[in-house]
Nanobody
Framework: QVQLVESGGGLVQAGESLRLSCAAS????????MGWFRQAPGKEREFVAA????????YYADSVKGRFIISRDNAKNTVYLQMNSLKPEDTAVYYC????????????????WGQGTQVTVSS
């Protein structure tokens, strides 16, 4: 049973940083893409970033490129999202997700989801 557990959310001021973690368990994730998505109140869930677990290749939404960094620690089976220069518009519930196969930015393509962690950025 695959389980994804996010942590690290919180309340910060604009310009500050946060690091989210996603602890993955239940199988080996070689060959998987691990993604971060977010959902703000009244909006659809949107793609933020993804990483190829095997190669380490990374992909970002234009809105976070240059500010967020996705990474993974194979030994800890954990994926991270380092969020720098946070803006109020980054406020959302952030979700970790996993899928097999190639990169997709669509929520429907992901097979496994965590429960989400709240990130609030005050101005």
């Amino acid at each position: 049973q695959v389980q994804l557990v996010e942590s690290g959310g919180g309340l910060v001021q604009a310009g500050e940083s946060l690091r989210l973690s996603c602890a993955a368990s239940g199988r080996t994730f070689s060959g998987y893409f691990m993604g971060w998505f977010r959902q703000a109140p009244g909006k659809e869930r949107e793609f933020v970033a993804a990483i190829n677990w095997s190669s380490g290749s990374t992909y970002y939404a234009d809105s976070v490129k240059g500010r967020f960094i996705i990474s993974r620690d194979n030994a800890k089976n954990t994926v991270y999202l380092q969020m720098n220069s946070l803006k109020p518009e980054d406020t959302a519930v952030y979700y970790c997700a996993a899928k097999t196969g190639g990169l997709r930015r669509d929520t429907w393509a992901y097979d496994y989801w965590g429960q989400g962690t709240q990130v609030t950025v005050s101005s």
